[in-house]
């Protein structure tokens, strides 16, 4: 009995990890080209790409770095704050289903966009609020829907997130990506990341991907 039990949990197993290969698999075949981007930094790039792999419209989202000065930097000079990066995510959307402004609305709503380089327990230049615009259609979206959640006063402080001109974004390291989707027990997962999932999910329904 113990035996069969081991056999089919070694099954299921191996099930969760084919189908995580085949998901990652597509999501390496998109053309990128085809589509519009947008890079984002609000804290741990964990929480950021799995929130936006939710989204209806959206492609394909990248974990990565953007914002320094250091060519190729690793996730560990990263999260000395010396490099100058954010941890951010590049995130291929179709224009048609899916709009700047809108991702602007889920980005601003889905972290604290009031402390100045960190998320909850997670502190450093690293993880401050950015959003690298990539022509100047997007700065000046930005740059407007910023000023109006400022004038609306959604929060007690003021905005503080950089808004800058994209310029190089490097792709994290392969265990970076899909995190959330192939960590979903991780405790920084469970504790962190679920409830907001769980809160976004229920905050932009007509939004979410059909599954």
């Known amino acids: 009995m113990k035996y069969a039990i081991i056999v089919l949990l070694i099954f299921l197993f191996g099930c969760a990890i084919n189908r995580n290969n085949i998901a990652q698999t597509e999501e390496d075949k998109v053309d990128t080209s085809k589509y519009s981007a947008a890079t984002f930094g609000s804290g741990c790039f964990w929480c950021t790409e799995a929130i936006f792999e939710l989204v209806k419209g959206v492609v394909k989202v990248e974990s ?3 914002g320094g000065s250091v060519p190729n930097p690793t996730y560990e000079a990263v999260c000395t704050g010396l490099t100058g990066h954010a941890e951010v995510v590049q995130v291929y959307y179709d224009s048609n289903i899916i709009s700047y402004p ?5 980005f601003w709503k889905t972290h604290d966009p009031t402390t100045l380089n960190r998320q909850g327990a997670d502190v450093g230049t690293q993880y401050r609020s950015v959003i690298f615009y990539h022509d100047d ?3 000046k979206l930005a740059e407007e829907y910023k000023k109006k959640l400022d004038e609306a006063k959604i929060w007690d402080d003021p905005i503080v997130t950089e808004i800058s001109q994209f310029k190089k974004f490097y792709k ?3 265990y970076h990506q899909n995190y959330y989707a192939n960590n979903p027990y991780q405790g920084y ?3 962190v990341i679920t409830p ?4 976004f999910k229920k905050v932009f329904a007509e939004k979410l991907k059909e599954r």
């Open 137 to 139: 259609e997007q700065k």
């Open 189 to 191: 997962c469970s504790f």
């Open 102 to 106: 809108q991702l602007l609305e889920i």
């Open 64 to 66: 990565g770095y953007s």
């Open 196 to 199: 907001k999932i769980e809160k």
């Open 172 to 174: 994290a390291e392969d």
